[in-house]
C-alpha cells in the first residue's frame, strides 16, 4: 500500500538537497528528519469515525477547552486537553504535547487561547505544521480541523458549550 511507505534515508537526502545522495550533510543543530511530503501529506478528513470514548470525552469538555484526537500516528488515541491560553506541542520532553518522533521539532509548534478561539501556531518546524491537509505558519482551528504535526495526525474539538454559544450568537 503506498500510504504505508517509509521513505528510506537516500529518498530523504535526494528530497532535500537535490544531489544523487553522493555526498552527506552533516546537521548538529537539530536531529529532526524529515519525510517524504507527496505521499505522507494526503488529506483525508477523519470526522466521522469517532467512537464512543471519544465522543463521551468531548460531550464532557468544560467551556472555554478543546481536545486533541491522535487519529494516525505512534500514539493514535491518545486524547490531550486544551484548557490554558498557551499549549506547546513538540519533541522537547517539558512540551505540553510531547511526541517523541524524529518527525517532530522540539518545539514545533504552539495552540493559544484568546477566549473561545484557538489558533496554531508553527515555531518554524522543519516539517511544517498543517490543518485541514495545507501547510499554515498561523491558523485558526475550527470544529473537526486535522492538524498534523510530523507524522502525527490528530483532530481538534471545541467543547460543545461553546459550540452553541457561536450558533446562538
Same mark, same amino acid.
Given at each position: 500500500?503506498?500510504?504505508? $511507505?517509509? *521513505?528510506?534515508?537516500?529518498?530523504?537526502?535526494? &528530497?532535500?538537497?537535490?544531489? !544523487?545522495?553522493? @555526498?552527506?550533510?552533516?546537521? !548538529?543543530?537539530? %536531529?529532526?528528519?524529515?519525510?517524504?511530503?507527496?505521499? /505522507? +501529506?494526503?488529506?483525508?478528513? =477523519?470526522?466521522?469515525?469517532?467512537?464512543?470514548?471519544?465522543?463521551? &470525552?468531548?460531550?464532557?469538555?468544560?467551556?472555554?477547552?478543546?481536545? +486533541?484526537?491522535?487519529? !494516525?500516528? *505512534?500514539?493514535?488515541?491518545?486524547?490531550?486537553?486544551?484548557d490554558? /491560553?498557551?499549549?506547546?506541542v513538540?519533541?522537547?520532553?517539558?512540551?505540553?504535547?510531547? =511526541?517523541?518522533?524524529?518527525?517532530? !521539532?522540539?518545539? $514545533?509548534?504552539?495552540?493559544?487561547?484568546?477566549?473561545?478561539?484557538?489558533?496554531?501556531? /508553527?515555531?518554524?518546524?522543519?516539517n511544517?505544521?498543517?490543518?485541514?491537509?495545507?501547510r499554515?505558519?498561523? &491558523?485558526? +482551528?475550527?470544529? @473537526?480541523?486535522?492538524?498534523?504535526?510530523?507524522?502525527?495526525?490528530?483532530?481538534? =474539538?471545541?467543547s460543545?458549550?461553546?459550540? %452553541?454559544?457561536?450558533?446562538?450568537?
Amino acid at each position: 500500500m503506498q500510504d504505508n $511507505h517509509r *521513505p528510506e534515508p537516500d529518498d530523504i537526502r535526494r &528530497a532535500a538537497g537535490g544531489d !544523487s545522495g553522493q @555526498g552527506h550533510t552533516e546537521r !548538529s543543530t537539530d %536531529t529532526t528528519q524529515t519525510f517524504g511530503h507527496d505521499s /505522507d +501529506l494526503s488529506f483525508v478528513p =477523519f470526522g466521522a469515525e469517532l467512537n464512543e470514548a471519544e465522543l463521551e &470525552a468531548i460531550e464532557a469538555l468544560p467551556k472555554g477547552s478543546a481536545l +486533541l484526537i491522535v487519529r !494516525s500516528g *505512534p500514539t493514535t488515541g491518545a486524547r490531550y486537553l486544551l484548557d490554558t /491560553d498557551v499549549t506547546t506541542v513538540g519533541r522537547h520532553p517539558e512540551a505540553d504535547i510531547f =511526541f517523541d518522533d524524529v518527525t517532530v !521539532s522540539r518545539r $514545533h509548534a504552539e495552540i493559544t487561547r484568546t477566549g473561545n478561539t484557538f489558533e496554531l501556531v /508553527d515555531q518554524r518546524s522543519l516539517n511544517g505544521t498543517y490543518v485541514n491537509g495545507e501547510r499554515a505558519d498561523r &491558523a485558526t +482551528l475550527r470544529n @473537526g480541523s486535522e492538524v498534523r504535526v510530523g507524522k502525527f495526525r490528530l483532530n481538534f =474539538f471545541v467543547s460543545p458549550a461553546d459550540l %452553541t454559544q457561536v450558533t446562538e450568537g
